[in-house]
């Protein structure tokens, strides 16, 4: 074993660390030396939303001692910033395996360092937790989550007093000051107890107050209450909120399915708890098709991402991917606002540079003004108080299954998301047809617009550098034709810089710095490449356009739209 991480595992095994912690490294040592060497080989990182990794014992895992140390460089920040300010912070954590554990954990290091703490007494989706913290005016909250990822994994975001997540220069500070804390026996593990609040009910009824108030035709859903709705919370979070929300918001035919309806960390039901995975919707679109229901909706465990299944024009279930979904969501709050005569001349809609430029299209035509930010909601939240003067927010969203609507809370929200996609299956079924079949008429209309994403992982020890390699050759060498179409434009979000490969021009893109690139093809294509600041992964997303000029021409441009996505997968040699 390396000699720095045999000296890693020697301090764990003779300083304060609990018996049976290391009663795990010996048998680590003894059984299986690989697992312990990626248990030990680096510090686990707190990224810009903190951390995210394998449960386990180790400095590369989550575990008490990782969690400790990253909360006291948290409230050291905290203090920091608000000098003089009793702080407060919000916690909050979802179904994973030892969530319980790790937000009593971090709830006992910030009230030991005098910071008063609001710790739910039960899991919670994890939009209820930045609505606290605006709600509690908190300067910060953390909620216990590794969102949709498998099992084995568990994490801890930060936010910040809007309610969004670290942005800068908070994200790099913190860090900073975690990284500072080199030893457990710089954490205050307990002894300010007394600063510890349990919140619960009153938190939630004014959370599902400022839901309920999204509404934008209530009196539609009185008509169509008899919606036949599915849901399943896929062993999460949202089983504690959507359901009592739709039937605030009027709706009478709910039905959760209940093989998924108990929360699990486990999650015995499925391989990765994520509604964007056809698997974990399998058992809900089973129950949706042997209801005939209307629309089938699935939440993750932190109850922030949603997808959902509808009916097509043949009659038969598909499942609606991320920016379909956010295609209808948007265009639903521009086209019902101005019918209701609630449209503001300076309403704005934010979107990410990798969610479907249908959206564009959809905002400009509407004469809606659209901004689009880095992946993350934490970017949308910072656009929104950046512009919240003069222009008003009404809706926000990326590929990614994720939708935050209205600006109470500044994180992706599937509670109210899954509200208001009932509510737009209750406004398109009164006029007599489907959300599938709006979606078409949208098309026809603005373009049809499809989208891919491969994910490709690279794991173990060599498995960042691996990527980071891919994304220097890109750079280094973009390709000049991508599927037998000229590459027009290369846009370098990490130096901040946009070319025109063809007329030789450069601009600044005024965006923070992101290790993102952009291909933009001659024939309308946009190629992004995109690695995870988690795991050593890398996300490909693909997009590509066309008219439709009559409904029934839809399966032909979608298959042609499919083999043009298909083609630059091969020519990238992605497959």
Partial sequence: MDAAIQDKVNSWLEGNYDQETKEEIRRMQRDNVQELTESFYRNLEFGTGGLRGIMGVGTNRINKYTVGMATQGYANYLKKSFPGQQVKVAIAYDSRNNSPFFAETTAKVFAANGIRVFLFQSLRPTPELSFAIRHLGCQGGVVCTASHNPKEYNGYKAYWNDGGQLVPPHDKNVITEVEKIASVDEVKWGGGEVNISMIGKEVDEAYMSMVKGLSV??????????????????????????????????????????????????????VYPNPEESEAMSIGLKKAKELEADILLGTDPDADRVGIGVRDTSGNWVLMNGNQTAALAFNYMIEARKAKGIAQQNDMVVKTIVTTDMIDEIARQSNIKCYNVLTGFKWIAELIKEKEATENYVIGGEESYGLMIGSKLRDKDAVSAVALLCEMAAYEKNKGRTLYEKLVELYKQYGFFKENLISITKKGMNGQKEIAEMMESYRSNPPRTINGSPVVQLLDYEIGIGKNLIRNESWEIKLPKSNVLQFILEDGSKISARPSGTEPKIKFYFSVNSRLESTSDFEKVKDLLDARIAGIIEDMHLK
């Fill in 217 to 270: 035709y209530p009196e539609i859903i009185e008509k169509q209450h008899n919606l036949r709705i599915v849901y399943t919370p896929i062993h999460g979070t949202g089983i504690k909120l959507v359901p009592e929300v739709l039937r605030r918001f009027g709706f009478s035919n709910v039905h959760v399915v209940d093989e998924q309806a108990t929360p699990d960390g486990n999650f015995p039901t499925v």
